[in-house]
């Protein structure tokens, strides 16, 4: 590579989270369409797919035999079907295919198509397996690429094109389905709903009323003043003032009492709003509770008076540790969107964010000593080399103008944060990925070494480097990067590790926020990796220690544990760091690493995957002196689609993951109701997972709470980011906070299955009758997923059901899709033809809608 950026320039860049890109306008380039579909899944019999991209000129655009190149971003690689097309796709690096012309090519002619067949090494099912991302770039102009339409997508809706194999038991999603699933759900009237989220411990309802207006004075004990503070901001944006806010007879009182930390009592009278606890955590929760009183509408606009119902609430959280993972890297959130995610969190009572800063596609924080990781590490577009900015990744396309692919958090913005979060209790830990998935700093530390090589300062140059120059390892990671590995063999990666360690730490205390760990990775490092590096050879030989690269594993983060501790921290990373690699029986295998157990390492374990045969991982690592964190892909994966259709985003490779799921687990015992395997086919848990480890007392002791997680591979806007997120993080939020429920204890299947439809009754009546209302205006307004309608034909009747009971439910019967002023359903649907039906939240915004035809 060659650098020619100068420092300067990577200061200033520095200061900015969006970046520019000149665009060079074509005027052929909107002549050419592209066309996308899945012929058909299970091709050959084999985990691969058979698809058609169509390329279409118009305007008087055509492409000719040679001279020209299509860029694309697939998550599977692909290559042409047939030798026929006489094309051939180059795999780039990552997900970055190019696709060019053979040497009998006849070109596409203008108002022509052509149909190249292309083969997926995996399943297509939905639209976020289509590839994206298409640009072109001319032969006689390498320099400058043009940005193409995204594809038509054509829906799937055969039997072939939507079953992964001939054992896919997952049913694709279709209103009868739905109708199945929701019929055990009951109508629950709202006001015999608990009114407080997530479910406390103990909850009274009375007859007592509390009116809360602008006169009303919150009273708080000295060490509440910032609650105190921070509570009376929110009521003045409720409440219409009518002057300044005076003390009066009632009052909201913020009290200190002896109890758990976390910990509060909330009472509701006539007169007066108490809360009491011992921390100021214990009295943030209070707040968001009684917030939890109000009404939906109070976050519409500003009211004259809000009236709270009477309450006696005492409750305190069931694991001390409930967070949310948010993957910025990939692609990229403003902070605008964080503080909002930070705004859900509070009000749902979570206190972890796990904010994945780095990755492979992206570096996304200023670090002021190393000013060349957002510089070129936080940028994606198009170029000849990658010394100015990364590679196009997940569709970001060919400019850096895509705030999806290309920004980052300043100094500042993250400051702003961490203060946020701060105030509302939230612990933040930043996640800086090592060794693996750390291709935006490594290509940043290259254009770094370039640069003061070029300046001939040959040790500052080496300073930071994070390979080996001289290393040909091939390896290729689970995302078909062959580039992506840091060298734990080098010294100059631990000075790395130590400046960025410091340079954050400087960034929470400048904060005032509590720096308690970080998070360095340890996830999906290839095998291959160091193998021919000189640096670990040269290491091998200076230390008895290090008999193979295996080796290194440990070797790593025992280094990356103790600047942790040196800077008093404690580390956390993926569930990896806690095995090793080891032979046994001739079998190279991975084993739990006694070395780092009992070190108060904090391991997020995420692996339990149906047929893998990890299924019990996270129990095998608690009960051997590892701190867990249950992050279960199954459950807890935000980023898997909600179920199988061709227009549900989200990947589905660990599981389809609807609300269900997240609020269905059990953390002691999630073997109990596993009762469905990956594809969907029936399991006796009894039978399959009984030589699967339990928790001993001793492990569930080190069971330190719950993690949902939302990695961006498919998060292109902050929209579809809330779509992904809500309402699964809620369920979330009610596994990790209320008591544990008396289905997940019950022996008795039946009777279990019998518990847990109530508590399911309960939950979704609670969310669509009170939560969801409140989330369409809550912090601005989120855009939470809308479920489809369930729908049968019965006796010449269209009957509806919904998940999600309180929401409206409207239809037409020409065919056209309905709004918020079509007609709302009541009892039965009588006609013919085509009826569409949708739901519609208080604002008028709906979800997708349901087709029946009777």
């Not at 095998?620 to 807890?636: E, H, W």
């Amino acid at each position: 590579m060659k650098y020619l950026l100068p420092v300067l320039l990577f200061i200033v860049l520095s200061t900015n989270s969006v970046f520019a890109q000149k665009k060079v306008a074509d005027p052929t380039i909107n002549g050419l369409r592209l066309k996308w579909e899945v012929i058909e899944n299970n091709y050959t019999n084999k985990e691969k797919a058979l698809a058609e991209l169509t390329l279409i000129t118009k305007q008087g655009f055509s492409l000719p035999a040679s001279g020209w190149k299509l860029y694309f971003n697939s998550d599977e690689p692909v290559v042409p079907a047939s030798p026929a097309d006489n094309v051939s796709v180059t795999h780039v690096n990552g997900g970055l295919y190019c696709l060019s012309t053979e040497k009998d090519f006849g070109g596409v002619k203008v108002n022509d198509s052509l149909k190249i067949a292309l083969v997926a090494d995996s399943w297509l099912i939905n639209v976020s397996d289509a590839p994206r991302g298409f640009y072109l770039v001319w032969d006689k102009t390498p320099a400058q690429a043009y940005a193409v339409n995204e594809p038509v997508l054509i829906p799937s809706t055969q039997t072939k094109q939507l079953m992964r194999t001939p054992a896919d038991k997952v049913l694709a999603s279709t209103p009868e389905l739905l109708f199945e699933q929701n019929k055990i759900i009951r109508d629950i009237p709202a006001d015999s709903l608990v009114k407080i989220f997530p479910t406390p411990d103990s909850y009274q309802a009375t007859a007592a009323k509390f009116k809360l207006d602008a006169t009303i004075s919150i009273v708080a004990d000295p060490q509440f003043r910032s609650e105190a503070a921070l509570f009376r901001s929110e009521l003045a944006k409720l409440l219409i003032q009518n002057g300044a806010i005076k003390n009066a007879a009632k009052q909201i009182k913020l009290v200190n009492k002896p109890m758990t930390p976390e910990a509060y009592e909330l009472q509701v009278t006539n007169d007066a709003v108490t809360i009491a606890a011992s921390s100021g955590a214990g009295i943030f929760y209070g707040i968001q509770s009684l917030k939890t009183l109000l009404p939906a509408q109070a976050w519409h606009r500003p009211q004259k008076s809000i009236m709270i119902n009477g309450v006696n609430v005492t409750d305190k959280p069931r694991f001390a540790y409930r967070a949310v993972m948010i993957d910025v890297a990939r692609n990229f959130q403003p902070k605008k969107e964080i503080l909002k995610l930070l705004d859900v969190m509070a009000l749902y009572k979570l206190n972890t964010l796990h904010f994945h800063l780095t990755d492979d596609e992206g570096w996304r924080l200023e670090i002021p000593a190393l000013p060349e990781l957002t510089a070129v590490g936080a940028k994606r577009a198009y170029a000849v080399d990658e010394s100015k900015n990364l590679q196009p990744a997940l569709g970001s396309g060919p400019f850096t103008s895509n705030t999806s692919g290309s920004g980052y958090y300043t100094k500042a913005d993250f400051i702003a944060i961490l203060r946020y979060a701060n105030q509302r209790h939230i612990t933040v830990i930043p996640e800086i990925e090592s060794p693996g998935h750390a291709r935006a700093a490594i290509v940043a530390m290259n254009a770094r070494y370039q640069y003061y090589i070029g300046q001939n300062q040959k040790e500052k140059a080496a300073e930071y480097l994070l390979h080996d120059l001289r290393d040909s390892s091939i390896y290729s990671s689970v995302q078909d990067y062959n580039d992506n590995v840091i060298d734990v063999s080098l010294p100059s990666t631990y000075k790395f590790i130590e400046t960025v360690t410091t340079e954050i730490e400087k960034m929470y205390t400048e904060a005032n926020a509590p720096l308690k760990s970080i998070h360095y990775g340890g996830d999906e490092v290839p095998a291959g990796v160091w193998e021919k590096s000189p640096a670990y050879l040269k290491l091998k030989s200076t230390d008895t220690t290090i008999k193979n690269t295996d080796n290194l594993w440990s070797y790593y983060y025992t280094k990356v544990y103790n600047i942790t501790q040196a800077h008093h921290l404690y580390l956390t990373a993926w569930e990896e760091v806690g095995s090793e690699k080891v032979i046994q029986n001739n079998v190279r295998q991975s084993v739990i690493n006694p070395a780092l157990a009992d070190k108060n390492i904090h391991l997020e374990v995420w692996n339990n995957v149906l047929g893998w045969g990890s299924e019990d991982l996270a129990y095998k690592l608690a009960n051997r002196g590892y701190k867990v964190i249950l992050s279960p892909v199954t459950n807890t994966y935000f980023d898997m689609a909600v179920n199988k259709a061709f227009d549900e985003p989200g990947y589905y490779w660990g599981s389809y993951a609807d609300l269900d799921r997240p609020f269905s687990f059990i953390p002691y015992d999630y073997f109990k109701n596993t009762v469905k395997g990956r594809l969907g086919e029936t399991l006796n848990p009894a039978i399959v997972f009984a030589t699967k480890e339990r928790p001993t007392p001793q492990g569930i002791s080190n069971i330190v709470g719950l993690q949902g997680a939302l990695w961006a591979e498919t998060l292109q806007s902050p929209e579809r980011m809330e779509y992904m997120l809500l309402p699964r993080l809620t369920a979330l939020a009610e596994r990790a906070w209320a008591k544990n429920p008396e289905w997940a204890t019950e022996t008795d299947t039946l009777k279990s299955k019998s518990i847990y439809n109530e508590a399911w009754s309960q939950f979704v009546n609670v969310l669509g009758k009170q939560e969801l209302p409140r989330l369409t205006y809550y912090a601005g307004g989120f855009n939470y997923r809308i479920p489809l309608a369930g729908a049968i034909v019965k006796d010449g009747q269209v009957i509806v059901n919904t998940q999600l009971p309180g929401l409206a439910i409207r239809y037409t019967t020409d065919g056209s899709i309905p709004t918020a002023k079509s007609k709302l359903y009541n009892n039965g649907i009588q006609a013919k033809g085509t009826v569409k039906i949708a739901l519609f939240d208080d604002s008028g915004r709906s979800g997708r809608f349901s087709t029946v035809y009777p």
